[in-house]
């Protein structure tokens, strides 16, 4: 086994990069933003995408005095978003352990099935104090999206665990 691929030669190579250190995976900083399938499979791409946006900044903005909102949207940290794209990159493996420690920032957008289970997860979120916003359009008052504000992954991840990445 070579040095660089033993975990303290990953830490050190995570710091070398210019990110938050050895940090975990989990730790990274990230907003869910949860679409419904039916409305994209229904709806024009802009309508869904603008649902999407409606919910993430209504969710940035509500809880824009917040420590993780205020460290997410930072100056130093605009220009490291991320989005996930695949399911390799919610994985911890040594390799994304790696990719996420030079990153802060993470939107994920994954779907869920329908109005009833978007409702579903916004009552568990709701229950469990993760800072949220559940999207209704009006006049329609039609639930669309859900977006978290942003915080640690490994506070929020167990409720995203079984949904698909939205494509």
Same mark, same amino acid.
């Given at each position: 086994? @070579?040095?660089?691929a033993?975990?303290?030669a #990953? !830490?050190? $190579? &995570?710091a070398?990069?210019?990110?938050?250190?050895?940090?975990?995976p989990?730790?990274v900083?990230?907003q869910?933003?949860v679409?419904r399938?039916?409305?994209?499979?229904a709806?024009p791409?802009? @309508?869904?995408?603008a649902?999407?946006?409606h #919910? !993430?900044? $209504? &969710?940035?903005?509500a809880h824009?005095?917040?420590p993780?909102?205020?460290?997410y949207?930072?100056p130093d940290?605009?220009?490291?978003?991320?989005?996930?794209c695949?399911t390799?990159c919610?994985?911890?493996t040594?390799?994304s352990?790696?990719?996420?420690s030079?990153?802060?920032n993470l939107?994920?957008?994954?779907?869920?099935?329908?109005?009833?289970?978007?409702?579903?997860?916004?009552?568990?979120l709701?229950?469990a104090?993760?800072?949220?916003k559940?999207?209704?359009e009006?006049p329609?008052?039609?639930?669309?999206?859900?977006?978290?504000?942003?915080?640690?992954?490994?506070?929020?991840?167990?409720f995203f665990?079984?949904l698909k990445l939205?494509?």
């Amino acid at each position: 086994m @070579s040095a660089a691929a033993t975990p303290d030669a #990953a !830490a050190s $190579a &995570a710091a070398s990069v210019g990110g938050e250190g050895g940090k975990e995976p989990e730790d990274v900083v990230v907003q869910y933003v949860v679409l419904r399938r039916d409305l994209a499979d229904a709806w024009p791409l802009g @309508s869904v995408v603008a649902q999407g946006c409606h #919910a !993430a900044v $209504a &969710a940035l903005w509500a809880h824009r005095d917040h420590p993780d909102t205020a460290a997410y949207c930072g100056p130093d940290n605009l220009d490291r978003m991320h989005k996930a794209c695949s399911t390799f990159c919610l994985t911890q493996t040594p390799r994304s352990s790696l990719y996420f420690s030079s990153i802060y920032n993470l939107c994920v957008t994954l779907e869920v099935k329908g109005e009833t289970q978007l409702k579903n997860l916004a009552e568990k979120l709701e229950a469990a104090g993760v800072r949220h916003k559940l999207w209704i359009e009006q006049p329609e008052n039609i639930p669309t999206c859900i977006a978290t504000a942003p915080c640690p992954k490994s506070q929020v991840s167990s409720f995203f665990k079984k949904l698909k990445l939205s494509k």
